[in-house]
Antibody, heavy 121, light 107 residues
Framework: EVQLVESGGSLVQPGGSLRLSCAAS????????MNWVRQSPGKGLEWISY????????YYADSVKGRFIISRDNAKNTMYLLMSSLTVEDTAVYYC??????????????WGQGTMVTVSS | AIQLTQSPSSLSASVGDRVTITCRAS??????LAWYQQKPGKAPKLLIY???NLDSGVPSRFSGSGSGTDFTLIISSLQPEDFAVYFC?????????FGGGTNVEIK
C-alpha cells in the first residue's frame, strides 16, 4: 500500500525547534519530488516546502524561509522538516505530500495523515 | 506569488443538486490546476489534475474545466459523501498556492 506517515509533532515553546519526519512506503521514494503543506486550525492549506528527487533543489514559502529546512534520506525512504525559531503562527497540522507528474500535469496525489505542531508557552 | 480566489467560500446544497465551485488565478496558469476534497480531520484527497483530468477512482460526477485564469469544479449530482471542503491549487510555479477553500454543507 502506498503510504506516507508523518511523526514528530508536539507542543513546543515559542522560539523552539522541532523536527518532523515523513516515512514513505509502497513506492519508490527516490523517484518522487516531495512537499510539506500545513493547515492552521480551522484554516486553509498552505504549501511550505518542496524538495527534488535527490534533494539538490529545495523551495520554501516566504513564511518559513530562513527558519525551516527540508531534507530527505532516500536510503531510509524518509523526508524531514527541521523547524526553528517557531512562533505561534506556526501552529498547524503538518502534512507531507507526494508530488506526482501526470504527463505535463502535476498534483499532490498522496498525503500523509498529518502531525500536529502546537507552539505555545 | 500567484493568488487563487475561490468562490463561494461556502454553500448549502441538497443531495442530488448540481454544485459549481470556481477558482480564479491572479495571472494565467494554463491548465496547471488541481482540485482536492477534504473531510473533517482527514488529509486532502486529489480529485482532478491538469484542470480537467479525474484522478483514478474519483466518481464521474466530478468534473473540472477551464484554463488560463478561470476554472470550475462541478459536482453533477451531490451525494451524501460529497459534503466536504474543496480546494484548488496551482502548479504554474513555486510557491504552489492553494485557494481559500469552499465548504459544501448540507441544506
Amino acid at each position: 500500500e502506498v503510504q506516507l506517515v508523518e511523526s514528530g509533532g508536539s507542543l513546543v515553546q515559542p522560539g523552539g525547534s522541532l523536527r518532523l519526519s515523513c516515512a514513505a512506503s509502497g513506492f519508490t521514494f527516490s523517484s518522487y519530488e516531495m512537499n510539506w503543506v500545513r493547515q492552521s486550525p480551522g484554516k486553509g492549506l498552505e504549501w511550505i516546502s518542496y524538495i527534488r528527487f535527490s534533494g539538490d533543489i529545495k523551495y520554501y514559502a516566504d513564511s518559513v524561509k530562513g527558519r525551516f529546512i527540508i531534507s530527505r534520506d532516500n536510503a531510509k525512504n524518509t523526508m524531514y522538516l527541521l523547524m526553528s525559531s517557531l512562533t505561534v503562527e506556526d501552529t498547524a497540522v503538518y502534512y507531507c505530500a507526494r508530488d506526482r507528474w501526470f504527463g505535463e500535469s502535476q498534483a499532490f496525489d498522496i498525503w500523509g495523515q498529518g502531525t500536529m505542531v502546537t507552539v505555545s508557552s | 506569488a500567484i493568488q487563487l480566489t475561490q468562490s463561494p467560500s461556502s454553500l448549502s446544497a441538497s443531495v442530488g443538486d448540481r454544485v459549481t465551485i470556481t477558482c480564479r488565478a491572479s495571472q494565467g496558469i494554463s491548465s496547471a490546476l488541481a482540485w482536492y476534497q477534504q473531510k473533517p480531520g482527514k488529509a486532502p484527497k486529489l480529485l482532478i489534475y491538469g484542470a480537467t483530468n479525474l484522478d483514478s477512482g474519483v466518481p464521474s460526477r466530478f468534473s473540472g474545466s477551464g484554463s488560463g485564469t478561470d476554472f470550475t469544479l462541478i459536482i453533477s449530482s451531490l451525494q451524501p459523501e460529497d459534503f466536504a471542503v474543496y480546494f484548488c491549487q496551482h502548479f504554474n510555479s513555486y510557491p504552489v498556492t492553494f485557494g481559500g477553500g469552499t465548504n459544501v454543507e448540507i441544506k
